[in-house]
């Protein structure tokens, strides 16, 4: 998938298509999803400023996805920092991916750090960010802290979902 979409995308100004950052961030996604982590970051560096594409919070997003899947999560914060410095605001979506792969790679102090990062700077944790922090609770048999991070879901006027629901019948 990875070699048609960038096939496609090169092939863009001879079918007078411009190659915008929207169509930059569809071949990002198809290299993350053929999971081609590694080449996200040379497709980053080289097409905005060779294209004068400038990036958008989602391209940063899916370089910082590919970036945690392959396991590179120094990089991903690096990369998190270096969004403000272009004047992009990270959103829950940029942080949910954040703290989804620290908290599978049981990086709990910097998952927290992130949650304090996000309430500095005004990113309201939805469902999702709860739900994330409750299934590693979970996972990490944290049994008295899952229950009462359950509470404090629903205390903070969420209604738990699906994914709220089966961490707890698992636990």
């Not at 996200?40 to 560096?45: D, K, T």
Request: hydrophobic fraction near 40%; charge should be negative.
């Amino acid at each position: 998938m990875d070699h048609h979409a960038r096939k496609l995308f090169d092939e863009m100004p001879q079918l007078s298509c411009p190659r915008t950052v929207f169509s930059f961030n569809v071949l990002l996604e198809a290299y993350l999803k053929s999971e081609k982590y590694d080449e996200i970051g040379g497709l980053f560096r080289e097409l905005p400023p060779k294209l004068s594409i400038e990036p958008d919070l989602v391209s940063y997003t899916t370089a910082i996805k590919a970036l945690c899947t392959a396991g590179l999560l120094d990089s991903a914060v690096y990369l998190m920092d270096e969004i403000e410095n272009h004047g992009i605001k990270p959103n829950i979506v940029t942080c949910n991916t954040l703290l989804t792969a620290f908290y599978e790679r049981k990086r709990f102090s910097e998952a927290e750090s992130l949650w304090a990062m996000m309430e500095k700077r005004n990113i309201i944790p939805d469902l999702c960010s709860h739900n994330i922090k409750l299934i590693s609770l979970v996972k990490a048999n944290e049994v008295s802290k899952a229950i009462q991070f359950f509470d404090e879901i629903v205390n903070k006027g969420f209604k738990p979902d699906n994914f709220s629901y089966s961490a707890m019948i698992k636990m």
